[in-house]
T-cell receptor, first 110, second 114 residues
Framework: SQQGEEDPQALSIQEGENATMNCSYKTSINNLQWYRQNSGRGLVHLILIRSNEREKHSGRLRVTLDTSKKSSSLLITASRAADTASYFCATDPNTDKLIFGTGTRLQVFP | DAGITQSPRHKVTETGTPVTLRCHQTENHRYMYWYRQDPGHGLRLIHYSYGVKDTDKGEVSDGYSVSRSKTEDFLLTLESATSSQTSVYFC?????????????FGPGTRLTVL
């Protein structure tokens, strides 16, 4: 399978804590993206980091990319109950399609 | 939100019957995709389109066919549905802007094959 792998598969934290999830991939990439999926809904794009970038911020999201290790991490700071969702990384190898990871299920308890 | 709809949203059918799912977009995006999502497997690409009448297979294309006769519509057909095709199906659209291939997803179709 070409799918990337995400770690952990599931994560439970309290509101206010930080959540970190990791993504490893196999191919060289043009960019890497993170998506969020609320239960029963379609995926929503969160952030994109290009292969020549090492870190990117968007609000409470911080993404890092290490192309030498073929890995990325997504940090959500000061988590809220509304952050409860599944999070997917997706790599863009500069073809016509993305390669999605298997996802991390995040549960944030009030 | 991107203008992308899927129909039907829910469908229950019997083994051996043909099923067609429709994805409709109002964004004039070049790329359209069909995925299936199953527990433990994440999101898997079935077929995708890179233009009108231009389609290609994804990683789980067996048992599925697609057609795109106009920019806004991408149809997924199960010629003879099987129970293994019970899944949630997502359509996505994309345009390669500023070097990125950000995808916008539809709300999904829950298909049950009895």
């Amino acid at each position: 399978s070409q799918q990337g792998e995400e770690d952990p598969q599931a994560l439970s934290i309290q509101e206010g804590e930080n959540a970190t999830m990791n993504c490893s991939y196999k191919t060289s990439i043009n960019n890497l993206q993170w998506y969020r999926q609320n239960s029963g809904r379609g995926l929503v794009h969160l952030i994109l980091i290009r292969s020549n970038e090492r870190e990117k911020h968007s609000g409470r999201l911080r993404v890092t990319l290490d192309t030498s290790k073929k890995s990325s991490s997504l940090l959500i700071t000061a988590s809220r109950a509304a952050d409860t969702a599944s999070y997917f990384c997706a790599t863009d190898p500069n073809t016509d399609k993305l390669i999605f990871g298997t996802g991390t299920r995040l549960q944030v308890f009030p | 939100d991107a203008g992308i709809t899927q129909s039907p949203r829910h469908k229950v059918t019997e083994t051996g019957t043909p099923v067609t799912l429709r994805c409709h977009q109002t964004e004039n995006h070049r790329y359209m995709y069909w995925y299936r999502q199953d527990p433990g497997h994440g999101l898997r690409l079935i077929h995708y389109s890179y233009g009108v009448k231009d389609t290609d297979k994804g990683e789980v294309s067996d048992g599925y066919s697609v057609s795109r006769s106009k920019t806004e519509d991408f149809l997924l057909t199960l010629e003879s549905a099987t129970s293994s095709q019970t899944s949630v199906y997502f359509c996505a659209i994309s345009e390669r802007e500023r070097g990125g291939l950000e995808q916008f997803f539809g709300p999904g179709t829950r298909l049950t094959v009895l």
